[in-house]
């Protein structure tokens, strides 16, 4: 099996924090970021020395009622214990160290293994089930594929090829391809079903609105052409006789490919020899669906494709139980779409409409109230009188509805003033405006997805996302609304994704029961659980961390007079936390100090020390340790249970070391000369040494 990846923590990011941001400590739980602040510690028992370090301040609930909150101050060099909370509306602060923290994570872990259990049953399902080995490719495989009149992203044809292996594997493939909208997706599905029916399996094809169904049918039956492949639809746009004949082509195998809604998933439908099933943005298909997909989807290959990017900490901690591809590059000569925001005005969206017209293309209108369409669709023919204008809604009679987007499709119309029913997939390349009038109404990766509609040709794309000046936005549509501004260069998806998760709350990715769970402990706390849970409960070691406690009484950190700014002062202590993981590579340290130099210049004592501390707290990670302290004239190392053989190498390099077997710790007599302590790299290097020779983890990390 797979070996999971090593659960990197989505470590704070420390440039993203501002005052006000909510965290989650592993121990204390959820707290709120002040500000970065330095101060005066002493270490090293009697002679203590005053050095000063740099602290988050975070903030906790008030450990008695009306009494000011809680204060914790998290040394910079501990930034790993910190991760950013994203999880839905503000949360409610933990009481620092307190038991409702405790409750919180019990119960998320409790809820996580049950998705854990889900998980790896699935998982485990599929690694015993026999699928079907395709063969490789034949050569129509290619001929169909030099037919494509683009040249492909790199993305894609990675993707292409991660997916034909998987096909030729005789284990069922599910691989999730996450790109943003108008990336290329269906191209990957149109190669991987050719592939299958060419082994004389079918395909089904299962996407989430109708008039989705029809573009992919023109899209394979496009691409199919020459070729003796039978492609169908089957939606409610399909009368009964047709949907009757179609069932039956199913059933007897004439049918090669099939594009439906979850029309496909009631009784009655049943494949004569179903070898792949693609799924278009599965997590839209409702709860309803889900025994119905499932039953469809055992024993045989799966392509699931989503235009909402999965976030990076849940692909992780899903990792090994389904693979995924990333389609990150857009077509070539693709121009991000210009974004603007703001109260609507006739003016600007009269001037909008006719600067498309001009350049003969076509604009979408969103106006998501069917009670209402009929209005707006008046008022705009009045202000623009030229623009031929036609309506688009789901209350529509199928056949209506479907001629409408045809005609649109056809350029018999300018504007389409539609509901959200185009939000997904609609691929209408002249159409290169889009103007919503009250943006402030919908979710970010709705708002995403809408604006993919547009700007997937060659042309510049425009999209308005107005709202209503009458009436005041709520703090977190503002917040919407100026995220998906900032975020419009292309494949910006993950960003607008991953804000919608936070204000959205991140429970619809993995079931709507869960959101509660995520909101008590924080999304990136929660998907570690369930890397976690999945790894235990598949009987790997979840690499927990080791809250490792390593305090020297010398002056390491970065001190003002060499990074002014306390964002990169920050910035720099989450690399060096990040390269000192006991998972970091052994050069990461190098490559932080090179960056130092290159940024600021020869690092000073201060920096030299916090590296050579950096690298000692990756040895002493590695080494799986928790203690490291100076405690008076010792260095206190636990736990130290050391075999024999260890412990007489000991004694002999440091004849006054003892080993206080009821703690399982080790206290090493400082080297000193007549009471003065080293300085501080002399005694750092000690250390280095000491550790190396009791644990022989690696070569002393000597300072430079
Ligand atoms: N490599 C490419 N170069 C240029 N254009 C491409 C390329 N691949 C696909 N296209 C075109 O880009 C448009 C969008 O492709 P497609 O519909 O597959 O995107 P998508 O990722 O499925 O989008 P959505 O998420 O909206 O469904 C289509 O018109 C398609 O023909």
Do not use: C
Not at 426 to 445: E, F, H, Q, W
Not at 496 to 510: C, F, P, T, Y
């Amino acid at each position: 099996m797979k070996k999971l990846a090593s659960r990197r923590k989505n470590v704070v990011d420390p440039l993203a924090l501002k005052a006000g941001d909510y965290v989650v400590h592993e121990t204390h739980g959820i707290g709120r970021f002040v500000e970065l602040v330095s101060r005066e510690v002493s270490t090293g028992g009697r002679n203590a020395v005053k050095t000063s370090r740099e602290f988050l301040l975070i903030e906790y609930a008030p450990s008695k009622r009306g009494y000011p909150g809680d204060k914790l101050y998290v040394p910079t060099d501990q930034l790993d214990l910190l991760t950013r909370y994203v999880g839905g509306e503000a949360p409610q602060l933990s009481k620092m160290g307190g038991s409702d923290w405790a409750a919180a994570k019990g119960r998320a872990r409790k809820a996580v293994r049950d998705i854990a259990v889900e998980l790896v049953k699935l998982y485990s399902a599929r690694m015993a089930s026999k699928g079907h080995a395709f063969p490789p490719d034949t050569p129509w495989q290619r001929e169909l594929e030099e037919a494509f009149p683009f040249a492909e992203t790199p993305d894609q044809l990675t993707t292409i090829d991660e997916v034909k292996a998987d096909m030729e594997r005789p284990i069922p493939m599910d691989r999730l391809i996450a790109g943003d909208v108008g990336f290329g997706k269906t191209e990957v599905a149109v190669r991987a079903a050719f592939k299958a029916v060419q082994d004389g399996k079918q395909v089904v094809m299962l996407v989430p609105t109708t008039l989705l169904v029809r573009q992919h049918l023109e899209t394979f039956t496009e691409r199919f052409a020459g070729f003796p492949i039978q492609v169908r639809p089957l939606s409610r746009f399909q009368t009964a006789a047709e949907s009757k004949e179609i069932i039956k082509g199913i059933g007897d195998g004439t049918v090669d490919v099939v594009i439906g809604t979850h029309r496909l998933l009631t009784d009655g439908i049943s494949f004569k020899d179903l070898g792949l099933v693609i799924i278009d943005e599965e997590q839209r298909f409702g709860v309803e669906h889900k025994d119905a997909l499932t039953k469809l989807k055992t024993n045989v290959d799966i392509l699931a494709m989503s235009a909402t990017p999965i976030p990076r900490t849940l692909e992780m901690a899903v990792t090994g139980i389904r693979e995924m591809s990333t389609l990150a590059t857009p077509p070539e000569d693709r121009h991000p779409i210009l974004t603007f925001v703001g109260p609507y005005s006739d003016k600007q969206v009269g001037a909008a409409i006719r600067r498309e017209l001009l350049r003969e293309g076509q604009i979408f209108y969103v106006h998501n109230r069917v009670s209402s369409i009929n209005r707006v669709a008046a008022q705009l023919a009045e202000l623009v009188p030229e623009a031929r204008i036609a309506v688009a809604h789901g209350r529509m009679p199928e056949h209506a509805l479907e001629q409408v987007i045809v005609d649109f499709w056809e350029r018999k119309f300018d504007v389409l003033v539609s509901t959200t029913i185009i939000e997904t997939g609609l691929d209408i390349p002249n159409a290169n405006t889009l103007i919503i009038d009250r943006a402030d109404k919908y979710g970010l990766s709705q708002l995403h997805q809408l604006r993919g509609r547009v700007g997937r040709g060659r042309e510049r794309a425009y999209a308005y996302f107005l709202w209503d000046e009458t009436k005041p936005l709520s703090e977190t549509a503002h917040d919407r609304l100026s995220t998906i501004a900032a975020n419009n260069d292309l494949g910006s998806g993950m960003q607008v994704a991953l804000k919608d998760l936070e204000i959205r709350g991140a429970g619809n990715l993995l079931g709507g029961e869960q959101s509660g769970h995520i909101a008590g402990v924080g999304f990136d706390l929660y998907l570690r659980m369930i890397g976690e849970a999945v790894s235990t409960f598949r009987g790997e070691v979840a690499e927990g961390q080791t809250e490792l406690r390593l305090e020297l009484p010398v002056d390491a950190r970065i001190p003002e007079t060499y990074v002014d700014s306390e964002r990169l002062r920050l910035e720099a202590y989450q690399k060096l936390s990040a390269a000192s993981g006991p998972n970091a590579a052994d050069d990461a340290l190098d490559s932080v100090r090179e960056e130092l130099t290159d940024r600021y210049g020869e690092p000073p004592a201060e920096v030299q020390n916090l590296l050579a501390v950096s690298r000692l707290r990756r040895t002493a990670q590695r080494a799986g340790l928790s203690e490291v302290v100076v405690l008076g004239q010792n260095l206190r190392i636990a736990p130290a249970d050391l075999p024999d053989s260890r412990q007489v190498r000991l004694q002999r390099m440091y004849p006054r070391s003892r080993v206080l077997p009821q703690a399982s710790a080790l206290l090493v007599p400082l080297p000193g000369v007549d009471g003065r302590q080293p300085e501080d790299p002399e005694l750092i290097a000690w250390v280095a040494e000491l550790l190396q020779a009791i644990f022989a983890t690696e070569p002393a990390a000597t300072p430079r």
